[in-house]
């Protein structure tokens, strides 16, 4: 069974935080903010995957990185692998870490079912559902349409999607949302030059996805699956894979085959203007600043006017350029 998940319709402007927002370019602030993260592969009690890999730790780090952004996210969408082992416990653990921070941003949850997760727990663990089919779900977020699309294959690593889900898709599509809508799925429909061993596992059949995604108003469409980040288009739409909170994909690696590694974490940001949508990898990892100014700075920058920005920031020999 598919579900419809609506929350409270949002102010169709972008969100400001705090003071009124004082444009310094020529473009408005972005109507939607997404943040997208994918296969953080929690393991119940804080067990270490591969013995190394601290995923409650890796994905702490990826929260705490998308909170301090501004402006905040409308959105948090995971695509996919939520827990490694399909463990109520770590579906538990997940919704105890996410929750509050969605809360303190005023952000939508979306969960997406990974090649790791098993429906029967993530339903009842994540939507306290007992409905075992496919956990493929619609979320209104002030009129941007985010529709979570199960790709899952039980007892596989490989993603399908079944005649119904796809008429269903198509029935969801056939009325456009009033800002678009994002498709989010585990298995991203492209092409993986740098991960070849990943083709084995790739999304199946994806001409019949590109063909009830023709002439639709998706805008792009959100992956993980690879531990790597990527992007490309399908059918005409963007493409856009988000690396893994846990360990990822090493896509040069020495005489290896596959080569998973721990570093490179990262998250992607998506700022949605009426017209485009700009894309950000956010890495995980805390590392040192060798330059930069204080946040403070920020507000100095606002009281001038324009012609006064462009001196003091364009300008090669202006006092903050100089030093």
């Known amino acids: 069974m598919s579900w419809i998940c609506s929350v409270t319709a949002r102010s169709s402007q972008p969100r400001s935080y705090g003071v009124p927002v004082v444009q310094f370019g020529q473009y408005p602030p972005p109507r939607h903010v997404v943040a997208h993260l994918s296969d953080p592969h929690l393991l119940a009690d804080g067990r270490l995957q591969y013995d190394v890999i601290d995923t409650e730790a ?11 952004l501004d402006p905040r996210p409308d959105v948090l969408v995971f695509t996919g692998d939520l827990a490694d082992r399909a463990e109520p416990a770590a579906y538990a653990a997940l919704r105890a870490m ?26 009842r663990g994540l939507f306290d559902s007992d409905d075992d089919g496919c956990q493929d779900r619609v979320h209104d977020v002030g009129g941007l349409r985010v529709v979570a699309l199960d790709t899952s294959v039980p007892g596989y690593h490989h993603g399908e999607l079944t005649d119904d889900q796809l008429a ?19 298995h991203p429909p492209i092409p993986v030059p ?3 061993a990943a083709e084995i596992i790739e999304l199946d059949d994806q001409h019949r996805l590109a063909e009830v995604l023709e002439g639709s108003d ?7 699956h690879f531990h790597l980040t990527s992007w490309s288009t399908f059918a005409g739409i963007p493409v ?12 040069a690696p020495l005489a290896r085959f596959i080569s998973g590694v ?40 606002e009281a001038l006017d324009p012609a006064e920005r462009r001196e003091l920031i364009s300008r090669k020999d202006s006092p903050l350029n100089q030093g």
């Not at 890796?58 to 301090?68: D, N, T």
């Not at 998706?218 to 993980?224: K, Y």
């Not at 974490?265 to 700009?278: E, K, N, P, S």
């Open 58 to 68: 890796g994905l702490r780090l990826a929260l705490e990185r998308v909170a301090r």
């Open 98 to 123: 996410v929750e509050p921070v969605a809360v303190d941003l005023g952000a939508e949850v979306v969960w997406v079912m990974g090649n790791h997760d098993e429906r029967e727990a993530y339903a």
């Open 168 to 186: 269903w898709l198509r029935e969801q599509l056939a009325t456009p949302a009033p800002y678009g809508t994002l498709l989010a799925l585990h």
């Open 194 to 196: 740098m991960l070849r």
């Open 218 to 224: 998706v805008r792009a469409i959100l992956g993980g």
């Open 240 to 251: 856009s894979v988000a690396s893994a909170s846990c360990y990822t994909s090493d896509p």
């Open 262 to 301: 721990d570093g490179h974490q990262a998250a992607t940001m998506l700022h949605l203007y009426d017209d485009r949508i700009v894309h950000t990898v956010v890495p995980l990892a805390e590392v040192p600043e060798v330059s930069g100014f204080p946040s403070d700075v920020v507000a100095q920058v």
